[in-house]
């Protein structure tokens, strides 16, 4: 079923083009359960695999027992560390790879979760109960749990994230204020609705993978390296993704297992992870630490920023949660120190989740400026706009936009701000004391390419063909809008085709940088389609238009016409019929001279190398938001709840202000749950996450929120892309932690700095 065979409710006219309102042209699949998720395909003669996780966090597997799991009923296959699946290493999100074997299953144990054998049956039933019959056993070895864990230690010292600009140490030293406070995030997870697995089918030399993807030519990539394959042997569909939030751009260990037991068997292979083993298939946000000092003076004006920050990573891999990303972007200082730091542990290597770096940095400096706000005697706004980078402070490089003084400015009118009591516990409503908080965030804009096919049919049906993905942000309803307002076609004659990596390529959908890349491409060939059916008006002697001595006609509403509206006006199927024409077809990409060759092609959509970051340029790049937040404590509990938030985001141009809003609330609702309820909990005895499930990992409900306000205050940013907007998706997250952080010590008098922000930090 594709998106044109869903009827669609007609709007305004004008929500059919860019800035138009209008609603997901994929919603009805969706709600009527016609959209067809990865783990749904039928596919004939299906067998199930089934992961068996490790039960000790560090040592080494020495005997796996496989006799009972073998003579259950339905099994086919039992793997073991002792399997060779004859899979290669593939290259990392940059295209670096090392030459070797890959292992997916191996002994020696790096976090309690670890697959260390799995099962391969002919129903989900029947693998399962075989897996829990699979006896191992194991030389256990000290595990270091966590951040806190004695055994940590400082960790690494990583070089090029160190950051320094004048002489911090000694600014600070003689600042006439001065405040230092640590700022913790735990280990958060990134609970899509839609949890992860595949289905892996092989046809000879040539593999199908059905599975929920943010990067379908980028995985695509990853499985021909693995099975030493043509690129062009691989096939990932993914048209519908049930949410990701980062946790689904990249192929993984359990694909590597079921598309090997796929190949071996000769039976597609489907793999569904577990929702327990979603805490450890894959990595989450990294828990961080962050020491920070200001020194500023009495009034306000920041004289010094040194920041120690440091996140947990896996034993086995490196990921960067970098706790100084936001720190020296925000706020003008003439003095700058910054430091970071990876602690091992023993956890699954952690990975990307909404805003990555941006997010546990801004709780950090956006709780020290409210502590100096207080320390000053200054309104939290006003110390904001005091210290107010006019440029890039790290690369000294002009801002595109940022509007981020109209941001403080237009939250703080619609909140009402000036109304606010700045002493703490003095604003109560009975026995709820009321607080409000402020903070800031940021995102840089990384502009990346695409790769576009529109198709004209002969019935009149516009065709959109991109590899690109709608994982719930709106792919499908922007790039309709984007082709309906260049060709001069009605919204609901564009038929939308996403998420296959034999389509043309796309970049990732992560770091808010697909809308950028792909309306681009889509404009563009949707312009130069809508040229060549202007052309076939004017020069074919079936057309009606050939005599008509017009030299360009206009097309509107799905009909051509003379520009000035006089006389005849032709459908566009008309027109195809007339002429004998199947379809007109323009393919069109964003990509540069220099990577107009195959190489540079697959390194665009399979890799990360030709992504520019924020001060690739002249100018530095970034998406900015103010959040003003008010929560209310019960004073004999301690329970905190959220009850107002006004946000104004800077974004540049919105092609969608509707899946805009949706976007920037859904980040506000996950920095809801980020500040008072998301915690991975680990048993420290055993390195065990446990509360591994959707019961026990609290996320936030309709319950815990309240109505949110957001605001637009951005203008077209033609540096950052070229319609002009900026990312959305993940600013929306940045500071709302440390907003809600504020607002609590402002209703409570008690600051806390490591969050969850709980009822037993309060009373």
Known sequence: MTLLDSPRKRGDASDGVIGGRLSRVDGRLKITGAATYALEHRIENLVHAVLVPSTVAAGRVLAVDTTAAKAAPGTLLVLTPDDDLAVQIASDWYGNRTEGAYRPLVPDIAFNGQPVAAVVAETFEQATAAAALVKITYEEAPAIAGLDDPKAGAGNLVDQLTVNWGDADAALAAAPVRVEAEYRTPREYHVPIEPHGLIAAWEGDRLTIFEPSQWTHGMARSYAEMFGLPYENVRLVSPFVGGGFGSKAVASHYGAIAAATARKLGRPVRLAVTRPQTFTAYGGRAATYQKIALGATKEGILQAVVHQGANETSMVGTWVEHAGAATPLMYAVPNFSSEHRLVPVNTVTPGALRAPGK?????????????????????????????????????GKPWSTRQLREALAAGAEAFGWARRDPEPRSMRDGRELIGWGVATGTFPVIRAYGEAIVRIRKDGIVEVVTGAIDMGQGTYTVLAQTAAEALGVPVEQVDVQLGDSSMPGSTVAGGSMLAGAITGPVHQAATAAREELIALALSDPNSPFHDSGANTLSVAGGRIAAPRGDGLAVPIAELMARTGRDQIEAKRDTLPEALQNEEGRRRAWTTM??????????????????????????????????????????????????LVESQWKGGIIMGIGQALLEEGLVDNRFGRVINNNLADYLVATNADIPDIEVISVGIPDPLASPLGGKGVGEVGIVGVAPAIANAVFHATGKRVRDLPITLEKLI
Not at 363 to 392: H, Q, S, T, W
Not at 615 to 643: P, Q
Request: aromatic share 8%.
């Open 359 to 395: 997010n546990p940095s801004a709780f950090g400096i956006e709780c020290a400026m409210d502590e100096l706000a207080y320390a000053v005697g200054i309104d939290p706004v006003e110390l904001r706009l005091r210290n107010n980078a006019e440029k890039d402070p790290q690369s």
């Open 609 to 658: 190398t030709t992504m520019r970051p924020p001060t690739d340029g002249d100018h530095s790049l970034h998406s900015w938001c103010a959040h003003f937040i008010e929560v209310r404590v019960d004073e004999d509990f301690g329970t905190v709840r959220v009850s107002r938030v006004v946000s104004a985001f800077d974004c540049g141009r919105l092609y969608n202000p509707k």
